[in-house]
């Protein structure tokens, strides 16, 4: 089993519609990340978080460390969002640092 | 620059040749890491630095794999042999701080090894 975990693998939506993507991990973490990339390649931080709810746009991200799970939401989506969402975990082991990643989340936003 | 950058852009090579891609690291950050992504595959964590030293280099693959960081900044990904699983995005970050610190991915150096 990997040590995090997300669901859907795959998402298509409609331009305007909620979405949310899931990420679950099984392990102790230093923080958690909600990285975005493009179909160019590009990978782009969007959230680091420890505890709580961060809001960035239309973006949110939350994270309940009880349950070892995190949620990336979009609101309004749109075709620009599209993108593989991949969701990592820090964990620190004897001082050194290193990031877990999920295997991604394809969105594909449709007009 | 304003950003992480890396070179070459991309790279192709003969299997069984050294390669060497370099990453330039955000001025300051003190962190600095390695990760590959395989064709299809998810992200990989290969190796980080904090300054120049590398505490943790479990993710390096084998032994034809090594990486050193100078002056607390450049650093340069040395792949010995070139074997074709080799072929992959590599990808550079940088941090501030080592724990607990945002990072930021440069564009990453795609190899071919044919």
């Known amino acids: 089993k990997n040590e995090v975990e997300q669901s859907p693998q795959n998402l298509t939506a409609q331009e305007g519609e909620f979405i949310t993507i899931n990420c679950s991990y099984s392990?102790?973490?230093?923080?958690l990340h909600w990285l975005q990339q493009h179909p160019g390649g590009g990978i782009v931080s969007l959230f680091m978080?420890?505890?709580g709810k961060k809001k960035h746009g239309r973006l949110i991200a939350t994270i309940n460390i009880q349950e070892k799970h995190s949620s990336l939401h979009i609101t309004a989506s749109h075709p620009r969002d599209s993108a593989v969402y991949i969701c990592a975990v820090s964990r620190t082991q004897g001082g050194s640092e290193k990031l877990v990643f999920g295997k991604g989340t394809k969105l594909t936003v449709n007009p | 620059g304003a950003g992480v950058s890396q070179s070459p852009s991309n790279k192709v090579t003969e299997k069984g040749k050294d390669v060497e891609l370099r990453c330039d690291p955000i001025s300051g950050h003190t962190a600095l890491y390695w990760y590959r992504q395989s064709l299809g595959q998810g992200l990989e964590f290969l190796i980080y630095f904090q300054g120049n030293s590398a505490p943790d280099k479990s993710g390096l693959p084998s032994d034809r794999f090594s990486a050193e960081r100078t002056g607390g900044s450049v650093s340069t990904l040395t792949i010995q042999r070139t074997q074709q699983e080799d072929s992959a995005v590599y990808l550079c970050?940088?941090?501030?701080?080592?724990?607990?610190?945002?990072?930021?991915f440069g564009p990453g150096t795609r190899l071919l090894v044919l």
């Open positions: 978080l420890s505890s």
């Open positions: 970050a940088s941090s501030f701080f080592l724990v607990g610190d945002s990072q930021y």
């Open positions: 392990v102790g973490i230093s923080a």
